[in-house]
């Protein structure tokens, strides 16, 4: 990896490369003026895999610096670092990565070993993905070809009673076994389906595999609840409300075991249809839920305007809020908001035992997150369930 620091404090630089040298990184580039950075990446001389730079710097800052990188197309992956105030660090995370940077860290000084090993294992888990969809993307007829012929296979993320610990539903989470390029996540193929029209055969796919299994474990005296992800693309058609309960019929699954997450992946394209299908879908006992409250274009009018009874935070309001003071605060209103609109709550993001000792002091109902379990294929379950009841007994 060649590996490029942008700092104005030499000793910074100095402890900086140390670091990455024990950690096995020896093509090190190092310069003390952002201008001089961008002038050998402009030449072309140097193509840098990994950028750390400080955000305050004389003569051109970190936040300019971040803006001359989107201008000339950088796709180095980028490391943010600074003794500045936290949230100045955390605005100019968003910001760098509102310019389509690939923001990997987000470092306080002084950075510790720790952190750079941190910053190096997310970043692989980042690249595995696109690594596994390979880089040109896939076609529209290709993805047709998946859902048509069966290469689409729900994976399972256990969802928990917080008072209890007693596993009490799960969210499907899609994936696509590509014969060539292996597992795909649904983030390299979810928007594909939007932008070309297949997103109501796709959710139909997940939807009854999702009925069948959810039946296969009641047959076996596991009755949990089941939530499939939608977005709002599929709320544009009347008739969605009826595909629905026709499949839940079929599968002889309850309609009130049934969850709807709407991911508002894009704004309503029209409001009427989607309040519409909304009320519908209450009225018929179907749960809703506005999964990943508080990012995208999810807001409070959604919760005032739209039919939901579940509230979802996301990952981002939950992992660290323990140690994160902004965090705390943006969740713990959640929750009361919640809780004052007469709706359930679920905290998802749960990674390390700092977050789940944090959540059992909170008022949330439901949690999930790799601490607990990470999502699973559908003959996993039971097994994983017969384990987790012997660790609760304990």
């Known amino acids: 990896m060649d590996i490029l620091i942008i700092d104005d404090d030499p000793f910074a630089i ?27 990446m402009q030449n072309n001389s140097h193509c840098f ?41 955390q605005t100019a995370e968003l910001l760098a990565k509102a310019h389509g940077l690939a923001v990997v860290g987000a470092l306080n000084k002084p950075v510790s070993p720790q952190q750079l090993r941190q910053v190096f294992q997310q970043d692989l888990c980042r690249l595995a993905p696109s690594v596994l969809a390979g880089h040109d993307g896939y076609r529209a007829d290709r993805l047709r070809q998946a859902i048509v012929c069966g290469e689409l296979e729900n994976f399972y993320q256990p969802k928990l009673d917080l008072t209890s610990g007693k596993l009490i539903g799960v969210e499907t989470l899609v994936r696509w076994h590509h014969p060539e390029d292996g ?59 009826d595909r629905v309960v026709a499949a839940a019929n079929k599968a002889r699954f309850p309609l009130t075991a049934l969850v709807l997450e709407v991911t508002e992946s894009k704004l309503m394209s029209n409001q009427r249809i989607t309040l519409d299908i909304l009320t519908r879908l209450r009225l018929k006992r179907i749960n809703l839920s506005i999964d990943d409250f508080g990012t995208g274009h999810s807001s409070l ?29 943006i969740f713990e209103g959640s929750l009361e908001m919640a809780r004052k ?54």
């Open 14 to 40: 100095r402890l900086l490369r140390q670091q990455l040298n024990r950690l096995g990184f020896k093509t090190v580039t190092q310069t003390e003026r952002a201008a001089d950075a961008l002038v050998l």
């Open 49 to 89: 895999d990994m950028i750390f730079c400080d955000l305050q710097m004389p003569e051109m800052d970190g936040v300019e610096l971040v803006r001359n990188l989107a201008e000339i197309g950088s796709v180095s992956r980028l490391v943010l670092v600074t003794g500045e105030d936290k949230r100045i660090l």
């Open 183 to 241: 597992l795909i996540y649904p983030d390299q193929f979810i928007p594909l389906a939007e932008q070309y029209g297949l997103i109501d055969a796709l959710t139909q796919v997940v939807l009854n595999q999702a009925l069948h299994h959810a039946r296969q474990w009641r047959d076996a005296g596991l009755k949990i609840s089941v939530a499939v992800n939608v977005s709002m693309a599929n709320l544009s058609h009347v008739t969605f409300p």
């Open 301 to 329: 009018v959604q919760l005032h305007d739209l039919p939901f009874n579940e509230l979802k935070i996301d990952k981002g309001f939950v992992h660290g809020a323990c140690r994160d003071n902004s965090l705390r605060a």
């Open 341 to 394: 609109l007469g709706m359930k709550t679920v905290a998802e993001g749960i990674e390390d035992s700092d977050d789940w000792n944090f959540l059992l002091a909170s008022s949330c109902d439901t949690v999930q997150g790799f601490y607990i379990a990470k999502p699973m294929r559908a003959e996993e379950l039971l097994d994983w369930h017969t384990l987790w009841s012997r660790r609760l007994g304990k």
